[in-house]
């Protein structure tokens, strides 16, 4: 299709693009290729096979992400992320602070412009500008200029890591407006703020230094993720579908 392209602002030949790199949906998929995706809404979680993809981005612009963000982030989560984990924190050191925190903006960045299905609500405000060039101009800037928490999500009742894609949902803190999406095992929390948040956070944002303390908690402790999950076993087990763990 023909149109704006949000990144470079140019028209031209528009292609189908991933919100979040298809590697996590590959990651958690069954032999069919399906995975589990879980609303961030009291919705019933569900099967998809082509998650997150729609029309967004010039071919130049998707290949750009990709070399400069995906690429890097990829190759280490690969190994950053365990398994199992105990609680409740799992400290983790990225190799490369600017590369790391470009490449999840780039997913809040992609979720903000895309209009369609899940990302249709999501609203980055005068923040988008912002956040496009940093992604143009490789600059992370601080660890205060749109600061990312995360928790690393457990399957309930065990200490295996939750692979599995949670769709956005819009949260509040301190005073700031963000949004949580969920992907690589963790839950992401992205903060539209640009100034410093109190100094109890400092440990656990992802800092310059490339430490990021991540939250141990199990999907039962998230209220709409926790149902969201359940109608979805409870349909799966009248229905006899596997369960999405094994």
């Known amino acids: 299709m023909e149109g704006i392209c949000p990144f470079c602002q140019t028209n031209g030949k528009i292609v189908r693009s991933h919100v979040i790199p298809e590697f996590f949906r590959r990651a958690v998929s069954d032999e ?8 961030g809404t009291p919705r019933p979680a569900r099967i998809v096979q082509q998650a997150f993809m729609y029309p ?6 998707d290949g750009f992400l990709n070399t400069e963000y995906e690429t890097h982030f990829l190759a280490f989560w690969r190994e950053a992320v365990p398994g199992i984990a105990w609680g ?14 470009l490449f999840l903006l780039s997913i809040l960045w992609r979720a ?10 999501v609203d980055l405000g005068e923040h988008e500008s912002t956040l ?3 992604l143009k101009n490789r600059q992370a800037l601080s660890m205060h200029d749109f600061p990312i928490f995360a928790a690393l999500l457990l399957v ?5 890591v939750a692979h599995t894609l949670v ?4 949260t509040e ?11 690589g095992g963790c839950l992401w929390h992205f903060m539209l703020r640009r100034e410093p948040l109190p100094s109890w956070t400092h440990d656990v944002i992802l800092a310059e230094d490339g430490r990021i303390g991540l939250t141990v908690i199990h999907l039962n402790q998230l209220g709409n993720i926790d149902r969201s999950f359940r109608d979805y076993i409870e349909l799966a087990t009248a229905k006899g579908w596997r369960n999405p763990w094994e």
Do not use: W
């Open 132 to 134: 496009r060039n940093m």
């Open 173 to 183: 803190f301190d005073g700031s407006r963000g949004y949580m999406i969920g992907f």
């Open 32 to 39: 069919d290729g399906r995975a589990l995706a879980i609303h």
């Open 167 to 170: 769709s956005p949902f819009a």
């Open 112 to 121: 903000g412009v895309c209009r369609e299905g899940e990302f249709s609500k």
């Open 56 to 61: 967004l981005l010039c071919a130049a612009c």
């Open 156 to 160: 309930p009742d065990s200490l295996q």
């Open 88 to 101: 409740p924190n799992y400290l983790l050191t990225v190799p490369n602070y600017a590369n790391f925190k």
